[in-house]
């Protein structure tokens, strides 16, 4: 499994409104700039992050983007599903994928299926807070 740059500036955004804010809104241009991010890559995003009521958007003068939750109610594994997809480990354990003949007798199919499992117990374990500590 491979986290593209998309999920993991998704991350990058949410970290730096959590740590930014201070209940205002924060320009995209800003968090750009402090993040090393192009604007138009945000363009990309945050219309994501917003839909999904992960960020309010306001446009124009004052505008910006600021978090909806407090930072320990963002979960990792939430962030990632949203701009990845789920975390399957094979094609066959994707979210509506068909199912498998051969999954009856399949041997490596518990060993994706654990892995799987791990993957999203990890993610979901992970709270933008928790990214937030410096260590």
Known sequence: ???????????RVIIDLAENSGGGFIPMKTIAERQ?????YLERILPTLTKNHLVEGVQGKNGGYRLCRKPEEYKIGEILRLTEGDFATVACLECGAEPCSRS??????PVWSNLQKLINDYFDGVTIADLMKKE
């Open 36 to 40: 090393g991010i192009s604007l138009k």
């Open 104 to 109: 009856a007798e399949c041997r490596t199919l």
């Open 1 to 11: 499994m491979i986290v593209s740059t998309r999920g993991r500036y998704a991350l």
